[in-house]
């Protein structure tokens, strides 16, 4: 039995199967075991793998608000405009900080907002251009066909702003996937430093990292790319302290961050939120198993940017092996009925 | 309680009609108060929110469909929604001429303050058998279906029952 659902159904899947369960488990591709289970109002992640325990602990809601926010291609405009405002000025505020050069990883450019994003980046980087030249936009040729569109339509670039469009990056937010990723996403980033001679790098901002998850790739990748090149790179990372706290944790190292303080709590909480559920869900995407007490089913995944994307209608689809599969069509059928009487009514 | 004790569950339509498909949903999940037959559903709606009324239907209908339960009549009284003694009188007259029979449950947690109150009172008169509010715990779910609730966020609280 195979259920196709959109991204609109992932809420009530994983409402469903936090309901059968508190606790379920995924086995992974990689031979791990991600146990999810619920503690008060936080998801708690446990993976194992080879014999090593890692864990983190996520806000429950985080799943609501991806449900809530995620279909709109333009959402918070404001919000994220004063939010990086103020994170650029707390990044200037900074001795020695720059930014000769961005590079928006479509990995950063998913965020469910990033239309709004790559539009008041832009703009942003205009009123910074001194030391801003380059903003690089690394994400897939469909959504860059889009931003194109609707750079052009609502916010003209600057002609003294380079904009360029390069192949993607690469960089996938799911743990495991980066390591089959990061050679690929090394060569693209050589790349794009070498069309780049013009300009005397020898230090790269990359990316805005969300969330632990994303962060730790980040965090890994910067150490490559130092390693390979001998190019500084400085790993951003917005999120809230909680979420440094315990990234510093997992890493073991401290962390340069923006506090809560130079970012408004609600916009704090907007960012956190969708990189947590990302974080879930992509989890959720690259599993391959799902076992809980009565419940077996297997998940095939699209292609991630393809999945998480605003804009279209993912292709995921789930295959109900075994137990009370059928109730978990049903509990989908019925919340996408409730909704289209909502949204109708 | 006997497991076929016919009932009524009586309950306002406000601004946000989910909550009565909610509050339905939630009990026939709820371990005591499932064990209810609920034949109708008496709803006191102000000439604003009558247009839910045969959307609220349907939705019952799948919900109950979906628990394989039975599925129930939807009946209304138009009332005033910020006029306690108009919601009262009314829907107290409709609970005496139709359901005297029934058992009778009664749950404030949709429709306006007035409404609340009013039902409240209500429910004393009519010797409600249970009196229950839908709680949840983040106002980010109050349009949303059950089925998109994780149950951490919301439960049925049975404020008043009649041994």
């Given at each position: 039995m195979i259920i196709r659902i959109r991204s609109s159904d992932l809420l009530p899947v994983v409402t469903y199967l936090l309901s059968v369960s508190d606790e379920f488990e995924i086995s992974c591709g990689d031979e791990s075991i991600l146990r999810i289970s619920l503690s008060g109002q936080r998801l708690r992640l446990v993976r194992s793998r080879g014999g090593t325990w890692s864990w983190c602990s996520l806000p429950l809601d985080v799943a609501v608000w991806w449900s809530l926010h995620?279909?709109?291609?333009?959402?918070?405009f404001a919000d994220l405009k004063y939010s990086f405002a103020k994170f650029l000025e707390s990044l200037y505020a900074?001795?020695?900080?720059?930014?000769p050069i961005v590079v928006f990883d479509e990995t950063a450019l998913w965020y469910g907002c990033c239309h709004s994003l790559a539009r008041y980046w832009l703009s942003v980087a205009h009123s910074f251009r001194a030391r801003i030249q380059t903003t690089y936009f690394a994400i897939p040729d469909h959504v860059k066909e889009n931003l194109v569109r609707l750079l052009h339509e609502h916010n003209p670039l600057p002609d003294e702003l380079q904009v360029n469009f390069i192949k993607?990056?690469?960089?996938?937010?799911?743990e495991y996937l980066i390591d089959v990723e990061l050679a690929r996403t090394i060569l693209g980033l050589h790349d794009l430093l070498n069309a780049s001679k013009v300009l005397p790098i020898t230090e790269v901002t990359l990316g805005i990292g969300v969330g632990i998850g994303v962060f730790s790739l980040y965090f890994r990748l910067s150490r490559a790319i130092r390693a390979q090149f001998g190019i500084g790179v400085t790993p951003i990372l917005i999120t809230s302290r909680e979420d440094v706290a315990s990234a510093s944790d997992l890493l073991g190292l401290p962390i340069q961050l923006v506090t809560p303080k130079q970012i408004p709590s609600e916009v704090d909480i907007g960012f956190k939120s969708v990189g947590t559920v990302l974080t879930v869900l992509t989890y959720l995407l690259s599993a391959i198993k799902v076992r809980s007490r009565d419940l077996e089913f297997v998940m095939v995944p699209g292609p991630i940017s393809r999945s998480l994307d605003c804009c279209s209608d993912p292709p995921l689809s789930i295959i109900v092996k075994t137990g009370s599969s059928d109730y978990l069509s049903r509990w989908i059928k019925l919340s996408r009925s409730l909704k289209n009487w909502l949204t109708s009514s | 309680m006997s497991s076929d004790s016919n009932a009524v569950l009586i309950t306002c339509v406000g601004a946000t009609p989910i909550v009565v498909v909610n509050v339905y949903a939630h009990y026939l999940m709820h371990d005591e108060l499932r064990r209810l037959r609920i034949k109708y559903v008496l709803l006191g709606a102000s000439s604003n929110t009558i247009r839910f009324i045969d959307s609220i239907g349907r939705c019952l209908r799948e919900v109950a469909t979906y628990f394989g339960r039975e599925v129930p009549e939807v009946d209304y009284v138009e009332v005033d929604p910020f006029d306690i003694y108009d919601i009262w009188s009314k829907l107290r007259k409709r609970v005496v001429e139709r359901y005297g029979d029934l058992v009778r449950v009664v749950d404030v947690t949709a429709g306006t303050k007035p409404m609340s109150i009013a039902l409240y009172k209500l429910a004393t008169d009519i010797d409600a058998k249970y009196v229950t509010y839908l709680s949840l715990r983040s106002r980010e779910f109050e349009n949303l279906p059950f089925t998109d609730i994780?149950?951490?966020?919301s439960n049925i609280v049975i404020l008043e029952r009649k041994v």
């Open positions: 995620f279909s709109g291609e333009d959402i918070a900074l001795p020695g900080s720059r930014l993607s990056l690469g960089l996938r937010v799911s | 994780p149950k951490y966020y």
